[in-house]
Each structure stands twice: as C-alpha cells, then as structure tokens.
C-alpha cells in the first residue's frame, strides 16, 4: 500500500505540505493541491485513519447506551442513531446497560480515556456515580444526567394528552395504565400524569398497574399478560406502551372480549410492530427519525466545541389511528 510518503515525492512536495491538503488546514496552491490529488489518485493511496484520528485527538467513535437492544424501540432508535453519525464520519459504539450498572461504569471510563468522542445515553446514570470530571460530551435521550447536560425527549404531555382524549371519545369509564413507578428522573412519565389528570377530570376511573423495568422484551409480555388478565373483565380502555398494548389485545382475544366494542386499547412509541398485526394498534408516535437527527447533531456540536447549546429539546408525537379504538 501507498504511504503519505509515497504521495509526497511523487507530487514533488513535502509529507507535511500532504497532509494539510488532505485534511483541508492551511493554505494551499491549487496547483499543488492538484499534484498531491492527483499522485493520490494514481498511487491509490488510502488515508490512515487511525493516524488522523491521532492528530485531531479524535477517536471516530460515539458510544450510545441504552437499556434493551432486544427493545424494537430502543434498536429502532439505535439504528437511525448510528445512522445520522455515518453522516458525521462516526461510527457508533453500542452498548445494552439493562441494568447492569458495571458496563455503564466501563463505558464512562472508556469516555474518559478517549476511546469515544462523546456519549448518547438514554438510561439512567447509576446513583453516586460522578461525571464532573469527564471532559468529554455526553446527551441524554428521555434522562436526566444533570442540568448541564442536554436532554432531547419527546412532547410526552400531548402524547399522553392524546390518548386521553382518544379513550374519552371511545366513551371509556374505568381504564387501566400500565406504567413505571414513579421515579423523579424520568421525565417520560409526564404522560401518565397528564392521562391521569385529564381521565379523572371528566370524572373516569383510572386504575395504575406498575410495570417492571428490569425484565427484557419476552420476560415483560409474560408479565403484562398475567397483570392484564386480572383486569380484562373488569376495564373497557388501557392505555400502555406499545408491547404492553400488543400483549393486552392478545389477552383479550383469549378472553374473547372484542376490541375496540368492547375493550379499547392505545399504546405509546409507535414500533413498526403495531401496524404489522392485526388490528393496527391505536397508539401514540414518537418521532425516531427526529430524535436521532437531534441527539447525533447536539453531540456534534459539542464534539466541536460548542458551547451556547439547548439544553432541552422537544420533539412532536403523533397519532396512529388503528383498530383498537
């Protein structure tokens, strides 16, 4: 293979004089420019990568965290995240936490020893763990790591304002939310407040069943589905997220209980599951696309020095109209 060296004496030029034109610092004489290009192209020399990462301090790689990469919602989002950094010349290192707080600990350290440029994370930071020191930039996704640290969410109180009034429309009078249990840095739980709030305002009954957090995709519609046959007689409107909601439908068919006549269901997140089967899962949309496009160029901006950023960014939901409403 063709070195830096190889380019410079056959433009005529200097490896420094090289490695400015390629990297695009400093000034160059277009004609010169034109030699160096042109010895590259017949030499078909092929950048060192890892030495220009060196050079600008840079790794090339932006780790993202993430609770569950079983999660359609979490690996949808993943996938448009890794994405939007191919554009940026990133790669991305992923990481499912799942609660195991020693890879959060090794990634953090990974972080501050340079092996990535910057972090997305979109689980919690594990108590007592300290990120003061950690020169290097980090955004959350739905979390909340600190007041200097950016957060990009979606506008979870429309988005639990419009299953409410879906529900309300429906003519539902006792309805069931599965949720998390409360928990002060999870500003997504907004949604369930704001359903609450606007169920019991028009005087309809609101049963909360907490939701385990720590179970994976398979383990959690196992649960929902024992939690949801005790109800199922008993409601006629749930509003979950969206494999809560799936599972709930399910149940509901072994029970023969029609759906939306007798039952209606709305979920939240919108995974490309909902529309697969059949009916089309009502639900709430979170904007995967956008929330990427915002985390990756936020983390590029610091990346590059930035330093007058917003901190807290919204993004829209929309509504998916299906079957079970």
Known sequence: MASIRDVALKAGVGIGTVSRALNGTGYIAEETKKKILDAVKELEYVP???????????????????????????????????????KHGYKCMTCGVD?????????????QRNVMDGLISCVDLAVDTDISNIRRP???????????????HSDHRRGGLMAAEALLKGGCQKVVQFMP??????????????????????????????????RMVFEYSDW???????????????FADDIAAITCLKVAREHQIDVPGKLKIVGYDGIPLTRIIHPTITTVCQNLPEIAKRCVNTIMQEIEGAKLLELEQIVDVSFQEGGTV
């Not at 046959?229 to 409107?237: C, E, H, L, S």
Request: aromatic share 14%; with cysteine; charged share 30%.
């Open 48 to 86: 060192n990568e890892l030495a220009q990462n060196l050079y600008r301090k840079r790794s090339g790689f932006v780790g993202v965290m993430v609770p569950d990469l079983e999660h359609p919602f979490f690996s949808g989002l993943t996938k448009y995240i890794e994405n939007e950094l191919y």
């Open 224 to 238: 929902v589905k024992q939690e949801c046959a005790r109800f199922i007689d008993y409601a006629d409107g749930i």
């Open 138 to 152: 980090i955004v959350c996704m739905d979390r909340s790591w600190g007041p200097n640290v950016a957060n990009i």
């Open 99 to 111: 609660k195991k707080f020693l890879k959060q600990e090794e990634y953090l350290e990974m972080l």
């Open 181 to 214: 249990m409360p928990f002060d840095n999870w500003g997504f739980l907004e949604r369930h407040k704001v359903f609450r709030e606007r169920m019991e305002g028009e005087g309809r009954s609101v049963l909360e069943v907490y939701t385990p957090t720590d």
